[in-house]
């Protein structure tokens, strides 16, 4: 029996599977997991082509996009472009040890919110 060595890129065929890879990339990982996210994702596109679109080289993506490797955010910017990606902002919802939940409403007022009760407006 022949082993060979998992390789995710191989999966990503289709943009939904990029996306949900990315995105949990974005969710439960850190910094260093979504730059080999990016890279894998790089890698099932193609180099040469995301080379091309980005107008880096080959050589600087491979090191852009490798294990341990600290790339410019205008270079994650660029490859998350040319990937088919984009970065969008939601508010983070906060926790904190009782449960509770702070809310900020479209007018800027915080509230928050416990299981027991109804919300309540900060002052």
């Given at each position: 029996?022949?082993?060979?060595?998992?390789?995710?890129?191989?999966?990503?065929?289709?943009?939904?599977?990029?996306a949900?890879?990315?995105?949990?990339?974005?969710e439960?990982?850190?910094?260093e997991?979504?730059?080999?996210?990016?890279?894998?994702i790089?890698?099932?596109?193609?180099?040469?082509?995301?080379?091309?679109?980005?107008?880096l080289?080959?050589?600087?993506?491979?090191?852009?996009l490798?294990?341990?490797?600290?790339?410019?955010?205008?270079?994650?910017?660029?490859?998350?472009?040319?990937?088919?990606?984009?970065?969008?902002?939601?508010?983070?919802?906060?926790?904190?040890?009782?449960?509770?939940?702070?809310?900020?409403?479209?007018?800027?007022?915080?509230?928050?919110?416990s299981?027991?009760?109804?919300?309540?407006?900060?002052?």
């Amino acid at each position: 029996m022949t082993k060979s060595k998992f390789d995710i890129s191989e999966y990503l065929n289709s943009n939904k599977m990029i996306a949900e890879y990315l995105n949990t990339a974005l969710e439960d990982g850190d910094d260093e997991d979504v730059v080999i996210a990016l890279g894998h994702i790089a890698k099932a596109i193609g180099i040469a082509k995301i080379s091309e679109e980005t107008g880096l080289s080959r050589t600087s993506l491979y090191k852009a996009l490798a294990e341990g490797a600290k790339p410019q955010f205008a270079t994650i910017l660029k490859v998350l472009g040319a990937v088919g990606g984009q970065l969008s902002i939601e508010p983070k919802r906060v926790y904190n040890k009782k449960m509770r939940v702070d809310l900020v409403s479209e007018d800027g007022a915080k509230y928050s919110r416990s299981k027991r009760n109804n919300p309540k407006k900060n002052q």
